[in-house]
């Protein structure tokens, strides 16, 4: 597994809102004691002072926000059902409620091998997202991991459901980093262990989970022609494209000089799913 590794990080200061706030305050009553013929005049430009200083906040919020629409830094990030806080709480979730009701109207037939090999692939796929930035959110306590593999877990939930629909030996395992298919537990302890060096290695590797999570469902998403597992496997890839981004916008936060581009996917696509 190739991972690229950005070493020399600084960390981004974005500021101080409430020392922002206090100085331009001020300077409003500075400016206001200096003795201005015209009262009106005056209190317009204390106004003025005040909502300049003031504007830092409204560029540079906090980004932890769980609720949906309090935006992060520049005004990007995901909440629930759209875009919200920076570090990706609840965007990507699926409903598993829903899923359960839109795969019972499909008709139950039987899989092919490679059909049923992508199901199990993917099951494990979708834990080492989640058990990865589990990791990463124990190393390094950024929100953005902790609410990504909240969602992560809804797309393990979602490949659950398939592997009971069709009778399949579910591979994933309860313990945390733990794979049945070695690939993926080789792929995991690489990941763990480039992501320990410092929080943008995390946020890059992450980054890269994402694209694979991507590319796989596509191959996946080509390799069949039932609609129960192209609507689960399109519902992953949806949740995946917010997660990229979410982790792309992260790594700008940290690092606002570096342009990570793709490992896996063609630049159009993911400048397609970045905004680049």
Known sequence: ?????????????????????????????????????NAKMAFMVFVLVVLVGSCGCMQYGTGNSNNAGTAGYGGYGYGQGGQGGQNGSGYGQVNTGNLVQELASYP??????????????????????????????????SQVFSNIAGSEQTHMDSMALLIERYGLEDPVTDERGVFTNSSLQ????????????????????SAYIEELDI???????????????????????????????????????????????PVLLSQEEFDRITGS
Not at 7 to 12: A, L, R, S, V
Request: glycine content about 6%.
């Open 108 to 141: 139950l037939t039987s899989l092919t091998a490679e059909e049923e090999e992508w199901i199990l692939y993917m099951a494990e796929e979708e834990k080492l997202a989640r058990d990865a930035y589990l990791y990463y959110y124990d190393k390094w306590g």
């Open 215 to 261: 590319t796989d469902l596509d191959e996946a998403i080509a390799g069949t022609d039932k609609q129960d597992l192209v609507l689960v496997y399109s519902n992953l890839r949806n949740g995946s494209e917010n997660h990229l981004r979410a982790f792309i916008r992260n790594l700008g936060v940290l690092q606002p000089a570096l342009e990570p581009g």
């Open 1 to 37: 597994m190739n991972i690229q590794i950005f070493q020399n990080i600084q960390k981004y200061d974005p500021g101080d809102c409430k020392n922002n706030i206090i100085s331009a305050v001020s300077i409003g009553l500075i400016e206001m004691s200096k003795g201005f013929k």
């Open 186 to 205: 080789a792929a995991y302890d690489d990941l763990v262990n480039s992501g320990s060096v410092s929080e943008i290695d995390a946020l890059t590797n």
